[in-house]
């Protein structure tokens, strides 16, 4: 069984507990917080038999793996600490903010022998298999996705506070903690990125706003990407080929998918729909354990590809954005 330590108390790290829980390969045996008080929360909340810990070194002893849910900023030097302690690492998106960062991790997860992932749940959730189906089948050309989603802490915004999602050193916004999203999705489907064009609106601190981006893959695919954290979107996804349709709810959980024909405009295949039996998190932690209880460091080193060259898209993005476009 993989002892598992999680570190952050906010609602994403309660989810990650409340979905591990039901795994019989794991046990959340310790839980971190710079306020041991909340730690002590998250525990009792939870009914956790776990140790409540202030300090990373009481935690080595303890665990085999550790979740990390804390400030974008600070995925880098936490999960460091921990793969050079040769312990496993489940680490939220992003996986850093610097594409150099995340390149450094991965090679220390390949020296020490241990596993580091992304915790991206839209890879592994089941649906996605007809994503890459259809475009194995056929070949699209161009990829609308959209995520623009009110964020409940744009009220604060709005006052001048600016939490940890906001904060332009630790969180970046929209960037860096939505638009990863259709970024590295797209980088799943279509291969690495060879051309960036973006777009962006940023808040008075230089925290990421609304993103609106194009990019060209080595497949010659054009992804376009439209991200916001202050309004909600209507529009769904979409794959175009010259034979097909793929069309998709949730950019990140894949709540619908529907197949068009072009013989046929009036025929609509339902492919997928999700019926919410199941937390997403249950399918990312089955394979993170699955990994390393069978090393599969292939697995290990695909999806870590695909992680460092959504933060070096991103970082294109942001350095894209500082240019003045031609008038």
């Not at 497949?219 to 439209?226: A, E, G, H, M, Q």
């Not at 209507?234 to 013989?263: C, G, M, P, W």
């Not at 060259?309 to 954005?321: C, D, G, H, P």
């Amino acid at each position: 069984m993989i002892k598992f330590g999680t570190i952050g108390t906010s609602l994403i790290t309660e989810n990650f507990i409340q979905s591990a829980v039901k795994n019989p390969n794991c046990k959340i045996v310790c839980c971190y917080s710079r306020d041991k008080t909340k730690a002590q929360n998250i525990i009792r909340e939870n009914k956790l038999y776990a140790k409540a810990v202030d300090n990373f070194d009481q935690m080595l002893d303890e665990v085999d793996a550790v979740y990390i849910a804390s400030p974008n900023g600070l995925h880098y030097e936490q999960a460091k600490y921990f793969l050079t302690q040769q312990k496993h690492v489940l680490l939220e998106k992003p996986l850093t903010l610097l594409f150099d960062q995340a390149v450094e991790l991965f090679e220390i997860a390949k020296r020490n022998n241990v596993f580091l992932m992304e915790a991206y749940k839209t890879f592994h959730c089941p649906q996605f298999s007809h994503l890459f189906e259809f475009v194995k089948n056929y070949q699209p050309f161009i990829a609308n996705l959209n995520l623009n989603k009110y964020s409940s802490r744009m009220e604060k915004v709005k006052l001048g506070q600016f939490d940890s999602v906001f904060d332009a050193t630790l969180g970046k916004g929209s960037t860096y903690d939505m638009l990863i999203y259709p970024v590295e999705l797209s980088i799943a489907l279509f291969g690495p990125v060879v051309q960036v064009k973006a777009m962006g609106q940023k808040l008075t601190n230089g925290s990421g706003m609304s993103d609106c981006v194009l990019l060209t893959h080595e497949s010659d695919v054009l992804t376009n990407i439209v991200c916001s954290k202050v309004s909600t979107g209507r529009i769904q996804n979409e794959l175009l080929s010259d034979i097909a349709t793929l069309t998709f709810k949730n950019v990140i959980q894949l709540e619908e998918i529907n197949l068009y024909n072009h013989t046929n405009s009036d025929e609509v295949q339902l492919i997928h729909k999700s019926n919410n039996d199941k937390d997403l998190f249950e399918y990312e932690i089955s394979v993170f354990l699955k990994m390393i209880y069978e090393n599969d460091f292939y697995l290990r080193d695909y999806l870590l590809d695909i992680s460092c060259e959504a933060i070096r898209v991103l970082n294109l993005v942001e350095k894209n954005q500082e240019k003045l476009g031609d008038n």
